[in-house]
């Protein structure tokens, strides 16, 4: 490796803000910095007097470096975050999930749908949350039809309909969709209660509610009286449940515990003083890094590098190196003035020690499965006397249904256990339905075909099947131009299909490997082929799901968005449209009388 000539680098280097680089000898970014100062930052690392062994390590990787020079340090910031999320630096510290928080959104219709939202907030209507999941928005919404009424199908399905569906018979929903069954005030009254439930002001609605109930005693409608009298007793076991609650508005609490080298950051998220749930991150820790580094880089990259929304306060575990300009920047990005905390008062304090002590519980259980893990891969070492450890495991999978929507899954695991970012999908097509044998084939050319970092080629691949989709793989591998080349394992199911009575077959001889129901090394075989099977399963539904909502009017030569939009409105839904008559058809602006008739024939036929 040639030595990097620092002295030469360093001289022509300037003194204003800016980002610099540090690649290896193949060209590979590994570390992006910051700097007020990039000739005083950069020049602490060639120092003869530094001695910390982390830095020592990352300066004998360099083999070349560069630098952009920006404005001012909040620049400097967005730069370095926008630089580490491109190049995904090893010697950085790296946020694995960046997705977006999911809200609930209360549209904005004649009458209002309540529904699941994550991306850009540019739909008409109101947003509540962020949730730290799905799994928490769709809990909510699922306890929010049992409280109020409200509708959540989908607009195309609200349209079309011309009587009530299951959710009114079930007492989950007021039929706005078919006149007769709630008037628009009352329906409104409904939705004004879902908003003010969502910004945590429960006992108001309850209020309003109580007034309705005696209200509607008095005017002997018993009925009514009852309806609101169980909302009522819904609502309060619901306010029995929601028990931490303060007087913060809108903030974020951030906890941070470190073991080993492994870091756990735990957020927990407060809108309208209701504490919306937590959520435990644990990024990607470079042996170089200290634990105020760590934080600051998670902290920076939380807000900046996906789609956050930052709050107006932030209680922080730890110190950050220049907290004022930090503070700016986050500002800047949110358009309005964000504060910084360190939980010194005493609601602040009480939810900060909250979330240091989940941190602390996550990062233990964490540390917990990763000696599991780590055990299991030394026995499949031992199993199967592999010299060197094994860092990269892949396992296919296929999944249809009567040889329709095949979907092939790819899952990676290294020493930690699953790597999800790595996970790939494959929609397989142009093959004869239900062949396994062809889509496996499809499956790895269409994984394999490409790749050129040997990092990304797997020590060992797993194929979830007999000796025929072994072959498969086999076949495939028996022209691979690379040097490295995975071992190959096929996972039979036993008779029954019972766990620890899976068949392990070597590709080539077709031997069995030997293996007690009880070792640790079938238990990590088992996880990546049941993880493999579990996703390819969920890819499979989602494109069957897909095939029957893609409306049936998709496949009509002529039809194009316009003309199906146009369709719909006119005929009130798919179902109006497929009893109109040609006539009917031919009326709507935009459709010909000959293409009424391709329409109808196509939806009779």
């Known amino acids: 490796m040639s030595q990097f000539d620092a002295s030469a680098f360093l001289k022509t280097l300037t003194h204003q803000p800016g980002v610099y680089r540090m690649y290896n000898e193949a060209g590979d970014v590994i570390y992006v910095g910051k700097a007020k100062n990039l000739k005083k930052r950069v020049s602490s690392y060639f120092k003869q007097t530094v001695d910390s062994p982390k830095t020592k390590a990352l300066v004998s990787q360099i083999a070349q470096m560069d630098v952009t020079v920006v404005n001012s340090e909040t620049e400097a910031f967005l730069l370095e975050n926008n630089f580490i999320k491109k190049y995904r630096p090893r010697y950085n510290v790296l946020l694995r999930d960046d997705k977006s928080y999911p809200f609930i959104f209360l549209s904005d219709h004649e009458h209002p749908r309540l529904s699941f939202h994550r991306g850009p907030q540019k739909k008409k209507g109101e947003y509540f949350g962020p949730y730290p999941s799905a799994w928490a928005v769709r809990e909510s919404l699922r306890s929010m039809q049992k409280l109020f009424p409200v509708r959540q199908c989908e607009d195309s399905y609200y349209r079309a309909r011309s009587r009530p569906c299951l959710q009114y018979q079930m007492q989950r929903c007021s039929a706005p969709c078919v006149k007769g069954y709630v008037s628009d005030d009352e329906y409104a009254e409904q ?17 309003s509610l109580v007034e309705k109930m005696e209200k509607a005693s008095e ?80 902290l920076l990259q939380f807000y900046l590098a996906g789609n956050k929304v930052i709050p107006k306060q932030i209680v922080l575990p730890k110190a950050l190196s ?101 996970y790939r999908r494959y929609n397989i097509d142009g093959i004869t339905p239900g062949d396994d044998y062809a889509a496996m084939a499809q499956a790895l050319a269409r994984r394999y075909k490409n790749v050129q970092d040997a990092e990304k080629i797997p020590d060992i691949l797993f194929i979830d099947g007999g000796k025929g989709q072994l072959s498969q793989a086999e076949q495939f591998f028996e022209e691979w131009p690379h040097d490295k080349k995975p071992l190959l394992i096929g996972v039979a199911k036993g008779t029954t299909r019972k766990p620890g009575l899976e068949t392990l077959i070597l590709a080539d001889t077709h031997d069995t490997i030997p293996m007690n129901a009880d070792r640790p090394a079938l238990h990590l075989i088992q996880h990546i082929r049941d993880e493999s099977h579990r996703f390819a399963i969920s890819g499979h539904r989602n494109r069957r799901q897909k095939v029957k909502t893609t409306s049936t009017l998709e496949s009509i030569p002529g039809i194009g968005a316009k003309r199906r939009q146009s369709l719909i409105k006119y005929m009130g839904g798919l179902q109006g449209l497929k009893k109109a008559s040609k006539g009917e058809i031919a009326s709507v602006p935009g459709i010909s009388e000959e293409l009424a008739d391709i329409i109808y024939d196509h939806l009779h036929n």
């Open 191 to 207: 939705v004004q209660w879902v908003r003010l439930f969502l910004k945590g002001k429960n006992q108001q609605v309850i209020n």
């Open 219 to 298: 005017q002997l409608n018993f009925e009514a009286a009852a309806r609101y009298r169980d909302q009522i007793n819904a609502l309060r076991k619901v306010q029995e449940r929601q028990w931490v609650a303060g007087t913060q508005d809108e903030m974020d609490i951030f906890g941070f515990a470190f073991k080993g080298s492994m870091a756990c950051i735990q957020v927990m998220f407060i809108r309208d003083s209701q504490l919306l749930g937590s959520k435990a991150f644990f990024p990607k820790v470079p042996s170089t890094a200290t634990e105020d580094e760590i934080f600051e880089a998670f």
């Open 322 to 422: 220049d907290e004022t300009a930090i503070a700016d920047l986050l500002s800047q990005e949110a358009n309005y003035r964000v504060k910084l905390f360190k939980g010194a008062r005493e609601e602040k304090r009480q939810y900060l020690q909250l979330a240091q002590a989940n941190a602390l519980n996550a990062l233990e259980a964490q540390y917990g499965q990763q000696k599991s893990v780590f055990a299991r891969y030394i026995d499949l070492e031992a199993a199967l006397e592999w010299e060197n450890p094994i860092q990269r495991m892949e396992c296919f999978d296929i999944s249809h249904t009567s040889g329709q929507q095949t979907v092939a899954s790819c899952v990676v695991f290294n020493r930690e256990g699953p790597l999800k970012s790595d």
